[in-house]
């Protein structure tokens, strides 16, 4: 054990990527209690713990998903029509009790957890997911979700939503946003209340938008598949309907983070907010067969992007890791520091955690996940990170193992050794 005292321990491996500096060979990271006391490349301490032939990164960062819907894992893939896909998922949400809503919350929790996911930013039917976020080994952003074209069926979802965070507390692993649903679903009014919701107290915000060539046909022309769908919901109401992509993004500008959730057919050269992220959910997005993603114009503009997996009911798993090997393989030009920090520092800025994680940083909490390396001789640390499949994954979460190593064996097929 380290002199430094019994909760002080060193760690190395082949690869330590703290994210806000470039990877360092054989590099250690000294933990302290719940912090990160020292991160240093080789030479400087001799570790407590040498990992062997793994990349050690920090917790990552899933920044879009629905605990509440791990239970429609391949139960109704993705298709041409989104909105037959959307009506699949309205009628499972229906049929569920909410022991079931209890129960596929845990599981999407756990699984987030064995895949090394430290910061998760979670759109939650009623909140409901909020008391179970709480207490997980794992830091959250909670967002209610609000759904309501028609003006009556706003305001009741805004006092609804109102009465939650009257009575939801935030606190040091979890904190609580509001989810305007998507620009098909939410009218003027209630988008308008949201916003100003959550730049009087401070509450960040996620929204999907430009998700489907739908959603801007619906804008655009108040025509398309929406309409028969939001007939059939009894909540067609175009009056309220939002005018625009633009109209959204320009509503939802000021000083709380905002997540804009797939942007996938954003005009590259629009206008994004200072406060706004895109999040791009990869496997989603191709599942749904969309155009190609702006998400290399936007960064070249400067923009934000983070990754997110989205639900199981369009998403294989919840691994943000795959999310950004998927997109190394699609894009290999894009630079692999990029991929990472999407997975990582990016969703915690998006999320306005980054002042606590994100990043193998002196004083940030001590989150990191330790993936297996494949024997090659890769000169490119990320692309060798990048290229692995491997799903084995050691977690600690402020200071504590809460997979692997401390815990004994990983999940996964070839568990990093430890000397
Ligand atoms: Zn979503």
């Known amino acids: 054990m380290n002199e430094q005292g019994p909760h002080c321990f060193t760690l190395t491996g082949r690869w330590l990527f703290p994210i806000s500096a470039p990877p360092l060979a054989r590099g250690t990271i000294t933990v302290q209690g ?11 301490r001799t570790p407590d713990i040498d990992l062997g032939n793994v990349a050690i990164l920090p917790g990552l960062v ?20 989104f909105t037959d896909w959307l009506r699949a998922v309205v009628r499972h949400r229906r049929g569920l009790s909410p022991e079931q809503i209890e129960a596929d919350i845990a ?19 009623l909140g409901w997911s909020a008391r179970t976020l709480a207490a997980a080994s794992l830091r959250s952003v909670v967002f209610y979700e609000l759904l309501g074209l028609p003006e009556e069926r706003g305001r009741q979802a805004f006092e609804a939503a109102r009465a939650w965070l009257a009575s939801t507390r935030s606190d040091a692993r979890s904190r609580l946003g509001l989810s ?24 960040p915000v996620a929204m999907h ?42 509503c939802l500008a000021g000083s709380s983070p905002v997540l ?17 992220t895109v999040v791009y959910c990869p496997r989603t997005h191709a599942a749904f067969g969309h155009g190609p993603h702006p998400f290399r114009e936007l960064l070249a503009r ?18 943000v890791l795959t999310e950004a ?89 070839s568990p990093p050794r430890a000397s």
């Open 325 to 413: 090997r998927f997109l190394h393989e699609r894009y290999p030009a894009v630079p692999g520091s990029i991929l990472l920090r999407m997975a990582t520092l990016s969703g915690a800025e998006a999320l306005g955690w980054a002042d606590e994680t994100g990043s193998l940083s002196v004083g940030k909490s001590a989150d990191l996940v330790v993936v297996p390396l494949p024997d090659e001789d890769v000169p490119d640390p990320y692309a060798l990170l990048l290229t692995s499949s491997s799903s084995a994954r050691a977690v600690l979460w402020c200071g504590q193992w809460v997979q692997g190593v401390g815990r004994g064996p990983l999940g996964g097929s």
């Open 209 to 250: 938008v430009a998700e489907s060539l739908a959603e801007l046909e619906l804008l655009g022309h108040r025509r398309g598949l929406f309409v028969p769908f939001l007939r059939e919901l009894g909540v067609w109401e175009p009056r309220e309907l939002i005018d625009s992509i633009e109209a959204v993004t320009r």
């Open 260 to 276: 804009f959730v797939h942007g996938n057919y954003f005009d590259p050269a629009m206008d994004i907010p200072t406060n706004g």
């Open 180 to 203: 305007p649903h998507a620009p098909y679903s939410v009218g003027r009014s209630l988008l308008r209340a949201v916003a100003d919701r959550a730049h009087q107290s401070s509450l």
């Open 107 to 125: 599981a999407g929790l756990a699984e987030s957890i064995s895949h090394g996911t430290s910061l998760l930013g979670d759109i939650s039917g």
């Open 34 to 44: 719940t912090r990160i006391q020292e991160v240093e490349p080789a030479g400087s």
């Open 62 to 81: 899933n920044a879009h998903t629905h605990l509440d819907l791990s239970g429609m894992r391949g139960r109704c893939p993705p298709g041409p029509d």
């Open 302 to 319: 400067g923009i934000r992007v983070a990754l997110g997996t989205d639900s199981l009911a369009s998403n294989p798993d919840l691994d």
